[in-house]
């Protein structure tokens, strides 16, 4: 439920988001931005990646919804929206975000 509203806010420009940028691990996510939410114990537990799409409409895509897990919801981003050229680093991204979910699991 939290995800939900988090993601209203975004929609109706009640909540900004930190600009992503540019890195070799994740590739060009600078259209990208992260909000993020869940605290627990002190500390945020989740990410939302969110842009906006320039298509004449104002419209938010959610890009990923993610536990916060070293550079897990970013590197999800990238492979999702096709931000890592290089196979060697889409490798290691995928081994990365499967060595994540086993430890969660």
């Given at each position: 439920m939290e995800a939900l509203r988090i993601a209203k806010r975004?929609?109706?420009?009640?909540?900004?988001g930190k600009q992503l940028r540019y890195f070799s691990?994740?590739?060009?996510?600078?259209?990208?931005?992260?909000?993020?939410?869940?605290a627990a114990h002190?500390?945020?537990?989740?990410?939302?990646?969110?842009?906006?799409?320039?298509?004449g409409a104002?419209?938010?895509e959610v890009v990923v919804l993610a536990e916060r897990d070293a550079d897990i919801p970013y590197l999800?981003?990238?492979?999702?929206?096709?931000?890592?050229?290089?196979?060697?680093?889409?490798?290691?991204a995928r081994r990365r975000i499967a060595k994540a979910r086993r430890k969660r699991d």
């Open positions: 975004v929609d109706e420009r009640t909540l900004a691990k994740t590739g060009d996510l600078t259209d990208c931005f992260r909000v993020y939410f869940g002190g500390e945020d537990t989740h990410r939302m990646v969110f842009r906006e799409l320039d298509d104002e419209v938010v999800l981003a990238a492979l999702r929206l096709g931000r890592l050229d290089d196979p060697l680093r889409q490798a290691d």
